[in-house]
């Protein structure tokens, strides 16, 4: 009788347990908040567009020291 009763308590608190984390998983949000974008200045879109200082069209092995 007495194994019963201990094993019948075990049962109730492995339950009891397993509603608190079910519980805890249930309460945490898993869906991000949005996010602000910054739209990028008029500067930084001409500069990234050609990645550099030359114009598109330009050689790279144009370059003859300082002289261009």
């Known amino acids: ?5 201990a ?3 075990s049962v109730a608190a492995l ?3 397993g509603g608190l984390a079910y519980a805890a998983v249930e309460s945490v949000d898993d869906h991000p908040g949005p996010q602000v974008v910054v739209p ?3 500067d ?3 500069h990234a567009r050609h990645g550099a200082d030359d114009p598109p069209g330009h050689d790279v092995n144009d370059h003859r020291g300082g002289d261009h």
């Open 15 to 17: 339950m009891l347990l």
């Open 44 to 46: 930084d879109r001409t």
């Open 7 to 9: 094993i019948a308590g």
């Open 40 to 42: 990028s200045t008029s």
């Open 1 to 5: 009788m007495r194994t019963r009763t």
